[in-house]
C-alpha cells in the first residue's frame, strides 16, 4: 500500500529531511508470464496499464521500458495540451483525454501541474483566418471551447505578441482554447508509474525488447535483454521505434520517424501567461514554471533514429519567434534536443488491433501524442481488454489505410505536423 | 544536419536537399488491377528502417535533379550516393 502524497506527508517527511520517503515504484525482475505485457514505459504506455488494471481488471501486467521510466518522449516534448481539433473523430479522441486531464491529479495522486492557461493559435494570412474560423465553429459543434480572436484581442491576450501590419507575416487574427494549457510532463510519466506500480503492474526498466515471437498469427510472447517473457497480448506503445518492433513482428506500419526538436531558454520573470502557437511560420512558444521559454521547432523531412535535428530547421522557428516576440531578441538558449516521432500519412494516430492475434498497436502519434496521453492510454487499455476499439478510437484502427477512410489532420489541426 | 555528395554538385550542406523518402519502391504497372491491400502498400506502407536505408534525395536548391542515397538512419552517415535508374550497391 502507498502512502498518500499530501500536505500532510509533505511535513511530516520534512521532519526526516526528506530522507524517507517510499518508494515510488519498485524495480522487480520480470516474471515468467503475464496475461498483459505492454512495451514502452512512456506515458502513453504506463497509462495503459494504469487503466487496465484500474478499470478492466486485468491482473497481470507488465510494462517493459529499454531505457528508464520518464527518459523518452514523455520527457521530450513542449507539454503542449489542447483538444481543438477539426474532425469529429479527433475532436472525440482529444477531448476525452482533456477531461481526463481535468481530474487526473487528483485521480492518481500526484501533481502533474496541469495548468488551464489556454493555448492560441494565430492567422497570417487569409486562408488562415477562413481556416481557423471554420475550425472554431467545428470545435464549438463537438462541444469544445473555441473561441475566434481579432488582433486587438490578440494583442489584449498576450501583450508581448508584434501585431504590427508591416511584419513580414501579420497576425490577422487567432483562435483561443482556455481550457486548453500545459502539464509537466515527466510527472505524468512518473504519477502514471506509481499508480500502475500500486495496481500491481510490475515496472521493468533497462529492459529492451529484441524480438516479438509469435506461433502462426498469434503472439507467444518476446525476448529481451532480461531473457523471454511469455504472454498472450502484447500492447505496443513505442513511439518513434514503432516501426522497428512491426518488423520484429513481421508487420510493415504506414509510419515515417523523424526527429523533432525544441529548444528551452534561460530562465526570466513571468513574461507569457500562455501557450501561443503560429502554424503558418511554425513557432510554438510558452512558459515553464522555472521560468524557462519552452519553444517548439518542426520536424525533419527525413526519416532519422539519431535524436538530433538539422540547424536550419531551430534557425527557421527563431526567426519566426523573434519576429513575433521582439522583445526575446538577446535572450540565450539553454538547451536543445531531439526526439522520433513516428508520422502517420494523415497526421492522426493507430490504436488498433492488428493481423496478428494478441498484437496491438499505438502509434503515429507524430509530433502530438504527449496532449492524448490519458485517453489514449484509456482507449488503447480498452482495446487491449476487450480484443475491440471503443466507440472513440474506432476510427483510428490500422485499415483506415486499406479502406481510404483517413482522419486527414495534416494542417487542419491547428498546427502542421 | 549532415553533407550530401550530390552526384552532379558534389558535396552541399543537408538543408540544400529534400528528402524523397523511401526508395525503390515501384509504380504498379497496371493500377485498374490492384487491389486495396495492395494500394495501401504502394501508398503508405513503408519500411521505416532503423539503420541501413536506400532512399531517394533531390537537391532543390541546386541542380534539381533526383538521386538515391544510402543511409544509415540510426546516426545519419551516408554509405553510398548513386544516381536515378542505377544498381544499388549491395550492401
Redesign the interface.
Known sequence: MKNKYSIFSLIKNAFSYHENWQKAWKDPLPKKEYDVIIIGGGGHGLATAYYLAKKHNTKNIAVVEKGWIGGGNTGRNTTIIRSNYLWDASAGLYDHALKLWEGLSQEINYNVMFSQRGVMNLAHNLQDVRDLKRRTHANRLNGIDAVYLSTKEVKKFCPIINTSPDIRYPVLGGTLQRRAGTARHDAVAWGYARAADEMGVDIIQNCEVKNIKRKGDVVEGIETTKGFIKTNKIGVAAAGHSSVLANMAGLKLPLESKPLQALVSEPIKPIIDTVVMSNAVHAYVSQSDKGELVIGAGTDDYVSYSQKGSHDIVEGTLNAILELYPIFSRMKMLRQWGGIVDICPDASPIISKTSIKGLYFNCGWGTGGFKATPGSGDLFAHTIANDEPHKLNAAFNINRFVSGDLVDEHGAAAVAH | ?FIIKCPFCGERE??EF??G??AHIIRPKQPTELS??Q???Y????????GI?F?RWNHVHGCRKWFNVVRD????EIKAVYKMGEKPPVQ
Open positions: 544536419m543537408q538543408s529534400k528528402a523518402g523511401e486495396d491491400d494500394w495501401a502498400e501508398l503508405f506502407m513503408r519500411k521505416n528502417i532503423k536505408q532512399e538512419t540510426s546516426n545519419d
